[in-house]
Structures are given as C-alpha cells and as structure tokens.
C-alpha cells in the first residue's frame, strides 16, 4: 500500500526535516496517524493524498520527488528501488 503526495503538497503538508538536515527529504508527520496538534501544517493533505495497493505482480513508478509511505498488507513482500541518472532532469 502506498499513500503518496505531489512534491509541493507534501513539501508543505508534512514537515520535513530542514536542508542539510541528517534525515534531509524525509518527513517528520508520518502519514497513518498524522499528529495534527504537533503538525497542522497536516491539514493541507486532506483531500491530496493518492492510495495505491497493489497487488501480485503489479509494479508503480514513483515520479522524482513525491512524497510517499509504504506498507506491506501482506505477510511477506519484496521491494525494489530503482534509481537511475540522466534524461530530462539532468539537462536543467
């Protein structure tokens, strides 16, 4: 199951770690039970958030930038990350 948020919502919905930061591009709310009295910067996902639960054999692509929590819904599972170099992005 993945919950994912477009680069500027969740840039200001979920309270990320500062520039420079250890944990830099991760978020302090976390998305299942979002703590909205110590985030109410939270309150601007409502109505953002996309879910996708895939199933056996079902891949998603993650465009560069998004927001996005994942969990398993099953007893085992297998990630797989892929990041690569290059295209359109490197060329700005």
Do not use: K
């Amino acid at each position: 199951r993945f919950l994912l948020l477009p680069p500027l919502l969740g840039a200001r919905a979920l309270a990320p770690f500062p520039v420079a930061h250890p944990r830099d591009r991760c978020a302090r709310l976390r998305l299942p039970r979002p703590d909205l009295e110590a985030f109410p910067c939270a309150a601007r996902a409502e109505g953002g958030l996309i879910e996708a639960v895939l199933g056996p054999g079902d891949g998603l692509f993650l465009p560069y930038g998004w927001w996005h929590h994942v969990e398993s819904l099953a007893a085992e599972n297998i990630s797989l990350n892929f990041w690569y170099h290059g295209g359109i992005l490197e060329e700005r």
